[in-house]
Nanobody, 115 residues
Framework: QVQLVESGGGLVQPGGSLRLSCAAS????????MGWYRQAPGKQRELVAR???????NYADAVKGRFTISRDNAKNTVYLQMNSLKPEDTAVYSC?????????WGQGTLVTVSE
């Protein structure tokens, strides 16, 4: 079993920054993909960014150049550094881990970008 615990969400003004963290525990394999998804009110969940255990990354077009995903394999932790935040980035951000074809999810953390 795998557990994912996110932290770092909150309220930030437009143009500000936040850093999300997601710590994975349990039966973590050396080869996996970790990522961040978000779901805004009334919208479908969408991929924000993901990173393989080898360090390859990909980003949604909406966040390229503003968000950076990274990971610490020794700590089984993935991070999302979010800069130049916009009101449209407001959403519940959820951590995801995929290994051996199975997907695991965290409980989500709310990010609100507002004056």
């Amino acid at each position: 079993q795998v557990q994912l615990v996110e932290s770092g969400g909150g309220l930030v003004q437009p143009g500000g920054s936040l850093r999300l963290s997601c710590a994975a525990s349990g039966s973590i394999l050396s080869i996996n993909v970790m990522g961040w998804y978000r779901q805004a009110p009334g919208k479908q969940r969408e991929l924000v960014a993901r990173i393989t255990s080898g360090g390859s990354t990909n980003y949604a077009d909406a966040v390229k150049g503003r968000f950076t995903i990274s990971r610490d394999n020794a700590k089984n932790t993935v991070y999302l550094q979010m800069n130049s935040l916009k009101p449209e980035d407001t959403a519940v951000y959820s951590c995801n881990l995929i290994q051996r074809g199975l997907a695991y999810w965290g409980q989500g953390t709310l990010v609100t970008v507002s004056e």
